[in-house]
């Protein structure tokens, strides 16, 4: 993480809630903006400089959900799902709408600090990866993926959009195409045993890259599932 204090925008409907996380947050060397709903969001998103989101899934007019999905959509501003519920079918929603981790209500302010360092961490060691020289170029069957800029572009030469978890996940995959990967072994590869990870998540991101990659993403061929084992890419990767 960088030495300046990070940005944090808080979009939480309940005043006391949203309150009680920005005092914690700026006694811990955080600069904190705070809004009530979507609209207030996405105004301080346009204008300001903002490091990673902690946004509600229960809001008054657009849902934490379809604002995640927007975001993601535009940027890989990092985000933070709060649910009042804390069972898989809400987190894997998050996840599958491009959020990078996920807290269920009533959490401690201590814990939630945590994820945001953990996400923040992970960010910027994805930076500091993609300014390292001599990073190589994989490619197959006509995408590239550009280790050092960390970008994926399609055989059209087109730009494709990637959190950094799914780009860490296709890498890890394609540098070991041919291998089947467990989801334990995918989760060291990627998040290094992170705070929020969690198996199932390995799951969501696959499925996120799929629809990205895959010709039919509901016949899955590049990245196919083995049954009780895990995953395997099978296109041929070419190393430059």
């Known amino acids: 993480m960088s030495t300046a204090p990070p940005s944090i925008l808080v979009v939480e409907d309940d005043r006391e809630t949203r309150a009680l996380i920005a ?3 700026r006694a811990n060397n955080c ?4 809004a009530a709903d979507g609209r207030e969001m996405e105004r301080w998103i346009a204008d300001h400089r903002v490091d990673l989101v902690v946004l509600d899934v229960m809001l008054p007019g ?7 999905r927007k975001i ?3 940027s890989a501003l990092p985000i933070i799902m709060l649910t009042a519920r804390g069972d898989d079918v809400d987190r894997i929603l998050g996840l599958e709408m491009g959020a990078d981790d996920y807290l269920p209500k009533p959490f401690n ?3 939630l600090l945590a994820r945001i360092r953990s996400v923040l961490r992970r960010q910027a060691s994805a930076v500091t990866a993609s300014a390292t020289p001599g990073a190589t170029t994989l490619g ?5 993926m550009d280790c050092r800029r960390r970008e994926l572009r399609n055989p059209d030469g ?6 950094s978890a799914e780009f860490d996940l296709l890498q890890a995959l394609c540098e070991r195409a041919g291998r089947v990967l467990s989801r334990e072994a995918l989760l060291d590869l990627t998040h290094g045993r992170n705070v929020g990870a969690f198996e199932r998540s390995i799951d969501v991101l696959i499925s996120r890259i799929r629809r990205k990659i895959e010709p039919d993403p509901r016949e899955a061929t590049l990245i196919k599932t083995v049954r009780a084992g895990g995953y395997v890419f ?4 070419e190393t430059a």
């Open 158 to 163: 087109a730009l494709v959009a990637m959190t």
């Open 62 to 68: 657009e849902d934490g959900l379809s604002l995640c």
């Open 31 to 34: 600069n904190v903006a705070t």
């Open 234 to 237: 099978t296109p041929e990767v």
């Open 109 to 111: 302010p201590r814990e």
């Open 23 to 25: 005092k914690y947050l």
């Open 140 to 144: 197959f069957l006509g995408w590239r």
């Open 72 to 74: 993601r959509a535009n």
